[in-house]
């Protein structure tokens, strides 16, 4: 609690800073007569409905926002397991501040620049996902932790070579005031890093502590999400499979002594399975206090497509957890105006690449607004679809004849948040009648 205060106060002292930055007509997705920051764009009185913003624009709903994490605290308290979100999702500091305050144990990152970043907001407990390997990217980690001597933060290893990197660096620097910890990463075989078994982890578990007292072995850490192109349920069992043995190998390496002194940390659970992670790691080791920690990203803003899906196959999973109040709901959405209809069959909206993501489904269509004819957003008609997408353009299938007119707006579902965060300098917050309260910046 006390390490959760003061990761509060840090991140609202350097976020009151980012709040003077410049919002303004150079920044995609504000209106170009506008000058302010970031502070005052909720006093500008600005709606999508009344035409005032540019399109495209990303915008986060705040009523889902708030739902979402509602179910998530409810989420960890049923279960006992921490969370540290993935941060790369939004790369919103002041995301990551809704979710301290809402009781993350920490925040997850992915490259050393990231860890960075959340460090400097004020973050310390990061899970650095991944290898830590290029000279500056150690350099970088290891200056945090002589920086911030409070800064706890782990990163991954899989091999005994990339521990000795590791270590080689650390007692070069001679100046850290305790060993760099490390989670030992288990894979599977064929998928993405890690340790392809429980076996070759307790091999590479001696190596570490043989090099003593420059690493200091501080857990275990999955990911689960490794095996696409399989059927749900097999991908189901694979994830079951790979947690488990997570689970397994802190078991046995605890019994041997592998583990440094002081907490263990087990952690896995993306966005998909993190009911199962939460499940298997909160069993504990007995003898030895451990913190089982899932990092799913995506719960936050949720969308209308990949991870809608995978959230129902929890709760098909574990009929329990439909009584988590009302459940996840997409926050994020990506508006655009129908500029074109050339052919019958065919219109545009005024969205592409640069806009949204593509990289697992086409965009999904959901609101519709006429301007001068509509009070609030309407369901889009049946039969409209994305069929392809160009970089400044949608390509729709609409009906004949087709139900849109020139300068009509529409809604869209993402299929994967990540990949179209990363596309916006900033994203508006609004509230249900789509009037701006907010922006939030993201730093990719």
């Excluded at 979100?85 to 990231?114: E, I, Y």
């Excluded at 995506?298 to 809608?308: E, G, K, Q, R």
Aim: net charge neutral; with cysteine; glycine share 10%.
């Amino acid at each position: 609690m006390l390490r959760q205060s003061h990761d509060a106060v840090a991140m609202a002292g350097r976020l009151a800073l980012e709040a003077n930055l410049a919002l303004d007509g150079t920044v995609k997705g504000t209106p170009s007569g506008m000058t302010g920051d970031f502070a005052n764009i909720a006093r500008k009185g600005l709606s999508l409905l009344d035409g005032d913003l540019p399109l495209p624009v990303a915008l986060l709903r705040e009523s889902a926002l708030i739902q979402n994490r509602t179910w998530m605290r409810a989420f960890l308290a049923r279960t006992g397991a921490k969370i540290a979100p993935h941060g790369k999702t939004p790369m919103s500091p002041a995301l990551a501040q809704m979710q301290m305050q809402d009781g993350a144990w920490g925040v997850t990152a992915a490259t050393a620049q990231q860890a960075a970043i959340f460090a400097a907001f004020g973050i310390r407990r990061i899970i650095l996902a991944n290898r830590l390997v290029g000279r500056e990217n150690i350099r970088v980690v290891i200056g945090l932790l002589e920086q911030h001597l409070d800064l706890d933060l782990w990163c991954l290893v899989d091999s005994a070579d990339g521990a000795r990197i590791l270590a080689d660096a650390v007692r070069a620097h001679g100046k850290l005031a305790r060993p760099l910890r490390v989670l030992i990463e288990i894979g599977a075989f064929g998928a993405r890093t890690g340790v392809r078994d429980g076996k070759g982890a307790l091999v590479l578990a001696r190596d570490i502590e043989a090099l003593h007292p420059w690493l200091a072995l501080s857990g275990v850490e999955a990911y689960e999400g490794v095996f696409g192109g399989h059927a749900p349920d097999t991908r189901t069992a694979l994830a079951r499979q790979m947690v488990e043995e997570v689970a397994t190998f802190a078991h046995v390496a605890a019994g041997e002594g592998l583990f440094a002194d002081g907490t263990i940390l087990m952690t896995a659970g993306g966005t998909e399975f993190f009911d199962l992670a939460a499940q298997v790691l909160s069993r504990g080791i007995a003898g030895r206090e451990v913190i089982p920690v899932i990092r799913s990203g995506c719960y936050v803003t949720h969308d209308h497509l990949s991870f809608a899906k995978m959230f129902e196959r929890m709760v098909a999973r574990d009929s329990s957890l439909a009584e988590i109040g009302t459940g996840l709901t997409p926050a994020l959405e990506v508006w655009a105006a129908v500029p074109s209809q050339p052919e019958p069959g065919l219109a545009f909206a005024t969205m592409g690449k640069r806009d949204v993501s593509y990289d697992i489904e086409m965009p999904l269509p959901v609101h519709w607004f006429r301007p001068e004819r509509d009070r609030a957003p309407q369901p889009v008609p049946p039969g409209v679809s994305v069929t392809r997408l160009n970089d400044q353009h949608a390509f729709l299938h609409v009906p004949h004849p087709s139900p849109f007119e020139l300068g009509d707006l529409i809604g869209f579902g993402v299929s994967h948040v990540c990949t179209t965060f990363d596309k916006w300098r900033s994203v508006l917050l609004v509230d249900d009648e789509y009037r701006v309260t907010g922006a939030i910046r993201t730093y990719f």
